[in-house]
C-alpha cells in the first residue's frame, strides 16, 4: 500500500484531553528534537511544563498518582500469576494465566475484576465471553501490524476464527 497522507487518532476505546493530531504532532517533535529517540521518559520530561500541550494527560497530584501507581502495580501482580496443572502421570501442562478479566458489557474501560480461568472456562456464558474479548485483543494486534506482509496469514486465520465464533 502506497501512503501519501498520515492521519493520527487514538485507539478505540481511549479518551484523552486533546486531540490525536497534536499528540502525534508533538512525538514527531519530540523525535525529531531528541535525534530520533523516543521513550516515556522523553515525553514525560516534556510534559512536565504547564504549558506543555501534552501536560493534562498526566495526573499531576502525587498523592493521586502514587495511587494510580499502585493500582497498577496489582494489575500487573494479578497478571502475572501462571498456573500448571500436573497429571497423574507427572506430566505437566502449559502455563497459562490463572486469573483473567472479562470486558463487561463491551464497555471500553479499566477492567477491575479478576476471575480464576478455571471458573471461566467450565461455564459456557463466561468461557463464550472469554473467548470472544481474547479474539479482540488478537484483533487488535492485527490491526496493528496490517501493514506487514509476513503476517498475512495470521491476519486470515484471525478473520477465520472471528467468523466461526459468530456462528
Same mark, same amino acid.
Given at each position: 500500500?502506497?501512503?501519501?497522507?498520515?492521519?493520527?487518532?487514538? =485507539? =478505540?476505546?481511549?479518551?484523552? %484531553?486533546?486531540? %490525536?493530531?497534536?499528540?502525534?504532532?508533538?512525538?514527531?517533535?519530540?523525535?525529531?528534537?531528541?535525534?530520533?529517540?523516543?521513550?516515556?521518559?522523553?515525553?514525560?520530561?516534556?510534559?512536565?511544563?504547564?504549558?506543555? /500541550?501534552?501536560?493534562?494527560?498526566?495526573?499531576?497530584?502525587?498523592?493521586?498518582?502514587?495511587? =494510580?501507581?499502585?493500582?497498577?502495580?496489582?494489575?500487573?501482580?494479578?497478571?502475572?500469576?501462571?498456573?500448571?496443572?500436573?497429571? #497423574?502421570?507427572?506430566?505437566?501442562?502449559? %502455563?497459562?494465566?490463572?486469573?483473567?478479566?472479562?470486558?463487561?458489557?463491551?464497555?471500553?474501560?479499566?477492567?477491575?475484576?479478576?476471575?480464576?480461568?478455571?471458573?471461566?472456562?467450565?461455564?459456557?456464558?463466561?468461557?463464550?465471553?472469554?473467548?470472544? #474479548?481474547?479474539?479482540?485483543?488478537?484483533?487488535?494486534?492485527?490491526?496493528?501490524?496490517?501493514?506487514?506482509?509476513?503476517?498475512?496469514? /495470521?491476519?486470515?486465520?484471525?478473520?477465520?476464527?472471528?467468523?466461526?465464533?459468530? =456462528?
Amino acid at each position: 500500500m502506497r501512503q501519501s497522507a498520515k492521519k493520527f487518532q487514538f =485507539k =478505540k476505546g481511549v479518551s484523552l %484531553p486533546i486531540k %490525536p493530531k497534536d499528540v502525534g504532532q508533538e512525538f514527531e517533535r519530540l523525535k525529531k528534537a531528541n535525534k530520533g529517540l523516543l521513550n516515556p521518559r522523553i515525553v514525560l520530561r516534556s510534559a512536565k511544563p504547564k504549558g506543555s /500541550i501534552l501536560h493534562k494527560c498526566f495526573q499531576w497530584n502525587d498523592s493521586e498518582a502514587a495511587e =494510580k501507581y499502585r493500582l497498577s502495580q496489582a494489575s500487573h501482580l494479578l497478571r502475572s500469576i501462571e498456573i500448571v496443572y500436573v497429571g #497423574d502421570d507427572g506430566k505437566k501442562s502449559l %502455563p497459562a494465566r490463572a486469573f483473567v478479566t472479562l470486558i463487561e458489557e463491551g464497555i471500553c474501560k479499566p477492567r477491575s475484576n479478576y476471575m480464576a480461568i478455571a471458573e471461566v472456562l467450565n461455564d459456557k456464558e463466561l468461557r463464550a465471553r472469554y473467548l470472544s #474479548d481474547t479474539l479482540s485483543e488478537y484483533e487488535a494486534l492485527s490491526r496493528r501490524n496490517v501493514n506487514i506482509k509476513e503476517f498475512t496469514t /495470521i491476519h486470515n486465520a484471525i478473520k477465520r476464527t472471528r467468523k466461526r465464533i459468530k =456462528k
